[in-house]
């Protein structure tokens, strides 16, 4: 069962316009939500994350957006640049006490073109 | 190196034989972590260490899986009577605390394990 999914394998978008990814969750108790990027041969890298008591979060040309009702969170990222090329991925986690397990999608990968 | 070092980069093995993956952690990082990424999919928790314990290991898949932190700095993955289905790409991650306080995980460039 995928409590997480992101349902584009991959996204190519011109460089300097907006790319957004997105991602759907299925359980209702996550109220924690994190993108990671990876490059080949690397390991994920944290870029941003959103807590459920918000709807949005930015951080430089990322913006991570929360709609709980849909259970449904998108990665923005405006302007693209080459160096975003990379595998996204989309992470959830319920915040109760001791739980540190992190429930990954099976990723987006996107490029951009030149 | 400042980041999290995993040891074999590359493992082949044939069906049954015994296998150790090796974690070095960010120093001074009290949380590390196990995670697996089968082809074409997100990586998969699999145990959580505090220090010298296993604080979780829920995601374990069976008994042949066992990790080990003795110390509390470096830690091993061993996998017993490998199989087929164990091929993925083993990463291990550390964190200065946990997620639950407010830690980071810090992913190592992982362990590729292929069975033939």
């Known amino acids: 069962d995928q409590q997480v999914k992101q349902n584009s394998p991959s996204l190519s978008v011109q460089e300097g316009r907006i790319s957004i990814l997105n991602c759907d969750y299925t359980?209702?108790?996550?109220?924690?939500f994190l993108w990671y990027k990876k490059y080949p041969a690397e390991g994920p890298t944290f870029l941003i994350s959103?807590?459920?008591?918000?709807d949005k979060n930015e951080d430089g040309r990322f913006t991570v957006f929360l709609n709980k009702s849909a259970k449904h969170l998108s990665l923005h990222i405006v302007p693209s640049q080459p160096g975003d090329s990379a595998v996204y991925f989309c992470?959830?986690?319920?915040?109760?006490?001791?739980?540190?397990?992190?429930?990954f999608g099976t990723g987006t990968r996107l490029t951009i073109i030149p | 190196g400042a980041g999290v070092s995993q040891t074999p980069s590359n493992k082949v093995t044939e069906k049954g034989k015994y296998v150790e993956l090796r974690c070095d952690p960010i120093?001074?990082?009290?949380?590390l972590y196990w995670y697996r990424q089968s082809l074409g999919q997100g990586p998969e928790f699999l145990i959580y260490?505090?220090?010298?314990?296993?604080?979780?290991d829920s995601g374990l898949p069976n008994d042949r899986f066992f990790a080990v932190r003795p110390e509390g700095s470096v830690s091993t993955l061993k996998i017993q009577r490998t199989e087929r289905g164990d091929s993925a790409v083993y990463l291990c991650?550390?964190?200065?605390?946990?997620?639950?306080?407010?830690?980071?995980?810090?992913f190592g460039e992982g362990s590729r394990l292929t069975v033939l």
């Open positions: 120093s001074g990082h009290t949380a």
């Open positions: 991650a550390s964190s200065l605390r946990p997620l639950g306080d407010g830690g980071e995980l810090f």
């Open positions: 992470a959830a986690r319920r915040t109760n006490f001791g739980n540190e397990k992190l429930t």
């Open positions: 959103i807590s459920s008591i918000k």
């Open positions: 359980n209702s108790m996550f109220d924690y």
């Open positions: 260490f505090q220090g010298t314990g296993a604080a979780d």
